[in-house]
């Protein structure tokens, strides 16, 4: 989704906005573009190729005169009109001294569109932005200051949005306003940035502040009519500049997979106080509140959804309580029952996908209870959440999850542990037990992890094939999904997954020798079953590879190949044999030539419906 990096201060640098607008590169775009504001007009530069937009805008950023004061920048991830250059952000007004950048969609954009028409300005591109520097420019034109301007233009618009404007009037001022979309304000060295995310700044700033919706706040010099900095919440970043950074590795999917044992390990800790007790980082309702909980629905998308599904068997399993889990994007728009004994949990990387946090709101609306799991301290997640497990992962800059997926399951087996404590199913001893248990699986990623190797040395005779199936039962089904849309992301292969036993309802007619089944077979009450539908598939002649624990060569004897994880409890299971699954998926799209980072296609952080 769209990137924004605004700076405003003595000797702002255009090379120090671009480089956060490259640390950014993993919210996925296809065009980018800066612009430098001085009294005496704004200078814009723009590259519209694909990827490659940034290293195309470095060969020209010398063109913007060094020694501004101010300087806005963006990449943007197309949805009104194609990424062209004439569509690449910043836009400016008919008059060229308003400029800014959006991140978002403007719902009633084809309205306003034909109202700017209407009045005789002229447009560039095709995008629903520049329409808003129109609508700026003739608020100015009416005698408005410019943060009355953009107040009164925003109040118009309808939808998710985050905007940031500079004036060439103006030249030591740049306003921000956001609605839902993510936005926050920085400072260091005397210097003030607005910036999507905290990591586009982290080597300038030293400070970070949340925003409010729906306000203009200036950042610079103070401005008539706009909220200063004074009236922002300090948000209590604690990454530093070099989580950011590429360091031993040819990409940060393979650095992040790596560091899946410390992050998971880290969020765990952090959620167990010294007694070997629960820990929720922020509870803002009554721990009773909790425990006369008696419905619990997990919300969330993609790889955080399949999260949520891993939740549900911890969660029924330990606090006993029914649970359901669904696609955010859906059950926003469903009419589920909900009172003050329902909890909604959004699970979320990012804790800005707005699919999540409006499902969530909605829930919250409606008289549930909420809680956010959510790697981002300060995330919108977070602050409409009744109750947040902070995931310890650190920055994930790829664009496929890896640690923050072991990370949250890490979070939910905790909380599952701590109301199963809380309403009474568990003694402390049991629960604190459980707890450290868990913690214990850290050891069993670190050396699942030590295996990539030979897992991919496993694996090499399946990297030219095209066709794959993934299939798991019970706690086991989630993690088949999170295997296959791996391996979607990663190499755009067709792959499906499937609990085992639902197959042969349909799905096995797919199967013939140039298919390849993934199954799922650790040692739990299922093994046999899934046994038994591996059979099935070896009939249908299916090249078969199995994930099972050590010391099992009868899962082995099935298959063309056995990726063995050390054993743990099979609670846990879902967070080791994942693994070898994540590996494969960068295995297959590396022999493929792709870029396992910044895959066709998508953004990290999903910030429009
Ligand atoms: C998968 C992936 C996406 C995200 C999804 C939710 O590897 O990265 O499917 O999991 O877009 O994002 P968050 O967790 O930030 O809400």
Redesign the pocket.
């Known amino acids: 989704m769209c990137g924004i990096v605004g700076g405003v201060g003595p000797s702002i640098q255009a090379a120090e906005v671009f480089d956060g607008l490259k640390r950014l590169e993993y919210r996925g775009y296809d065009s980018a573009g800066m612009a430098l504001v001085g009294a005496e007009g704004v200078e814009v530069i723009r590259a519209a190729t694909g990827r490659h937009s940034l290293d195309e805008l470095k060969g020209r950023l010398s063109r913007l005169a060094p020694g501004a004061n101010l300087v806005v920048g963006h990449t943007r991830w197309a949805t009104h009109g194609a990424p062209t250059l004439g569509n690449a952000h910043p836009h400016t007004d008919c008059t060229g001294r308003v400029v800014l950048v959006h991140n978002g969609i403007v719902d009633n954009f084809r309205e306003l569109r034909g109202e700017v028409l209407a009045l005789g300005h002229e447009l560039k591109s095709e995008t629903d932005s520049e329409v808003i520097a129109h609508l700026i420019e003739d608020g100015l034109a009416a005698g408005m200051e410019p943060a009355e301007a953009v107040a009164s233009v925003f109040s118009r618009l309808l939808g998710h949005m985050a905007l940031v404007v500079a004036f060439a009037q103006l030249p030591l001022t740049i306003f921000g306003i956001r609605r839902t979309s993510p936005l926050l304000v920085a400072a260091g060295d005397g210097r003030s940035f607005f910036a999507s995310d905290a990591p586009a700044v982290l080597d300038v700033a030293t400070s970070f502040y949340e925003m409010p919706e729906d306000r203009v706040i200036a950042i610079g010099e103070p401005a008539k009519g706009a909220a200063g900095t004074s009236v922002l919440v300090p948000l209590a970043i604690d990454w530093a500049s070099q989580d950011v950074e590429l360091v031993g590795y040819q990409s940060f999917y393979e650095m992040e997979l790596a560091q899946e044992g410390e992050a998971f390990s880290d969020t765990v800790s952090s959620l167990i106080d010294e007694d070997g007790g629960a820990v929720v980082d922020e509870l803002k309702v009554d721990p009773y509140e909790l425990k006369r909980l008696r419905k619990v629905t997990v919300v ?5 959804y399949h999260a949520g599904l891993v939740g549900r068997f911890l969660i029924e399993h330990f606090a006993k309580i029914p649970v359901e889990v669904d696609v955010a994007s859906e059950y926003r728009y469903r009419d589920p029952i909900l009172d003050d004994d329902h909890l909604v949990v959004g ?7 707005l699919d ?1 946090i409006t499902a969530v709101k909605g829930a919250a609306a409606a008289g549930a209870k909420t809680l956010a799991v959510t790697n981002v301290i300060g995330s919108q997640l977070s602050r409409l959440a009744d109750a947040v497990l902070y995931t310890r992962a650190g920055p994930e800059v790829s ?3 890896t640690k ?1 997926h072991v990370s949250q399951v890490g979070a939910l087996a905790l909380f599952a542990i701590y109301l199963g404590e809380l309403k009474g199913h568990m003694y402390p001893e049991e629960a604190r037990e459980a707890r450290s248990s868990l913690r214990d699986v850290a050891s069993a990623i670190e050396a699942a992890l030590a295996r990539q190797a030979g897992y991919e040395e496993s694996l090499a005779p399946f990297v030219g094939s095209d066709r794959f199936f993934f299939i798991g039962r019970n706690l086991q089904y989630p993690v088949a999904l999170e295997g296959a ?2 391996l979607k ?1 990663l190499s755009y292969l067709a792959a499906e997954a499937y609990p085992a036993g639902e197959l042969k309802h349909g799905p096995i007619a797919m199967l013939d020798s140039e298919a390849v089944v993934v199954a799922l077979v650790p040692r739990d009450r299922l093994r046999e079953k899934v046994l038994a539908n591996i059979e099935e598939v070896r009939a249908r002649g299916a090249r078969v590879i199995v994930v099972a624990f050590d010391g099992d060569p009868e899962a082995a004897t099935l298959a063309e190949t056995a990726l063995f994880v050390p054993e743990v409890r099979p609670i846990w299971s879902p967070l080791v044999t994942v693994i070898p699954l994540q590996v494969m998926a960068g295995a297959i799209a590396r022999s493929r030539g792709l870029n396992l980072d910044r895959p066709r296609n998508l953004a ?3 910030t429009v419906e």
């Open positions: 969330g998308c993609g790889t955080s699970v979320s990387q990012s804790g800005e996908s999540t664009v496929a999850s923050t849309l791996k992301e990290k952080t999903v």
